[in-house]
């Protein structure tokens, strides 16, 4: 099983990012994926100055945060965000409800920094992006001595046709769709 949040360690290193801090605009887990990646993590707004970044993840607070994001950029267009899982939207507990994800929040930041001449380019990692695909892959070359060659002999298995089946078939790999979750019959 490879979460959405494996891939940032591979981004981290290719940026050159290590030991940077970076603003977390959710949580990140216990230990976080930021410090595992390499990063120094921080929630304390008082810091968003010295950070080089924000990583934006599922469980935001919905008002105050847009507004860090937006200030932060106009400020500094140079800014990292990063958004491990870009989903629009997922299940919630209860039966047939959903939640908004961080991908509406990055498109409306988008758009409205844009009115104020500034192109923020945010970094997805998650599906339907090829970074979670391209880490599992190597990951499951390195770790098990594999040799995949062919993507397709390898079976991406989700329960969303917007990013589990759209990252599977765009990173080359065979798919199944399955009816629970986001996606019913």
């Not at 860090?68 to 965000?81: E, G, H």
């Amino acid at each position: 099983v490879v979460s959405c949040s494996d891939a940032i360690r591979d981004f981290i290193r290719s940026e050159g990012l290590e030991g940077t801090l970076f603003f977390h605009a959710g949580y990140l887990g216990n230990p976080s994926y930021g410090e595992l990646a390499g990063l120094e993590m921080t929630d304390d707004p008082g810091r968003i100055p010295e950070c080089r970044g924000f990583i934006l993840t599922d469980f935001i607070d919905r008002q105050a945060v847009p507004d860090l994001l937006f200030n932060s950029f106009i400020k500094d267009p140079s800014l990292y965000l990063i958004v491990p899982n870009p989903d629009s939207y997922w299940p919630m507990a209860e039966e047939g409800a959903l939640m908004l994800g961080p991908a509406p929040v990055v498109k409306m930041l988008q758009k409205v920094l844009k009115e104020k001449g500034i192109a923020m380019k945010p970094h997805f990692l998650g599906k339907p992006h090829h970074g979670v695909f391209d880490y599992a892959l190597g990951a499951a070359e390195s770790h098990y001595g594999l040799k995949l060659g062919d993507r397709r002999r390898v079976l991406m298995i989700g329960d969303s046709v917007h990013s589990d089946i759209r990252g599977g078939n765009r990173a080359g790999l065979s798919t199944a769709l399955l009816l629970t979750g986001v996606t019913h019959e």
